[in-house]
């Protein structure tokens, strides 16, 4: 049973326009949800991390959204480039690390 | 400087043989997982060693043995290898388990089972 979902499983977007990856949980338990970015043949990355007492955080061209009442939260990248191409996970901290089931981002040069 | 390394990089084994995979992370880290991550992407954790002891065991068939000689060391040993075994295999590490939503994870080992 997952605990966070992930969608869409995939998007392609051009140079230059914006990403959105969207989560969902359950477990009002959990007290941090982290991004990680993975790059083919490589290991996960912490990309940014939110607590659920914040609405928003911003790092770079990387904004989590944060809304505890609807338990949702997103990824937007912002001026998406090539070198964003990558699969993108949503994660919830608990006893675990729970993780979304990911999504591939495809940047259209 | 690698943070964390796993050895070897690529497993090619037949069914029913027993390997092992390494792991180390350089980061005087306290806590250690693996992950097994299938052909669809999909990460789940295995196991999770705090200070060399064993935290999280989830539901992973007894052919599957973590060891943690010391806090900068988490083995994984597979007993009689089956096809479905085949993924890639992450070790990863957090400073403690209170801070497990920033890990760090290896480079992987690629486990086939043909």
């Known amino acids: 049973q997952q605990q966070v979902k992930q969608s869409p499983q995939s998007l392609i977007v051009q140079k230059g326009g914006i990403s959105i990856i969207n989560c969902a949980y359950e477990?009002?338990?959990?007290?941090?949800f982290p991004w990680y970015q993975q790059f083919p043949g490589k290991g996960p990355a912490l990309l940014i991390a939110?607590?659920?007492?914040?609405s928003e955080k911003k790092e770079g061209r990387f904004t989590i959204s944060f809304n505890k009442s609807a338990k949702q939260f997103s990824l937007h990248i912002m001026d998406s480039q090539p070198g964003d191409s990558a699969t993108y996970f949503c994660?919830?901290?608990?006893?675990?690390?729970?993780f979304g089931a990911g999504t591939t981002v495809t940047v259209r040069a | 400087d690698t943070a964390v390394s796993q050895t070897p990089k690529y497993l090619v084994t037949q069914m029913g043989n027993d390997k092992s995979i390494k792991c180390e992370q350089n980061?005087?880290?306290?806590?250690m997982y693996w992950y097994k991550q299938d052909s669809k992407k999909f990460l789940k954790i295995m196991f999770s060693?705090?200070?060399?002891?064993?935290?999280i065991n989830e539901t992973v068939p007894n052919r599957f043995s973590p060891k943690s000689p010391d806090k900068a060391h988490l083995n994984l040993h597979i007993n009689s290898l089956e096809l479905g075994d085949s993924a890639v295999y992450f070790c990863?590490?957090?400073?403690?388990?209170?801070?497990?939503?920033?890990?760090?994870f290896g480079p992987g080992t690629r486990l086939t089972v043909t």
């Open positions: 990863a590490s957090s400073q403690d388990f209170a801070s497990q939503y920033e890990q760090y």
């Open positions: 477990n009002t338990a959990f007290d941090y």
């Open positions: 939110i607590r659920p007492d914040v």
């Open positions: 994660a919830a901290s608990g006893y675990k690390l729970s």
């Open positions: 980061l005087g880290h306290d806590t």
């Open positions: 060693y705090n200070n060399k002891e064993l935290i």
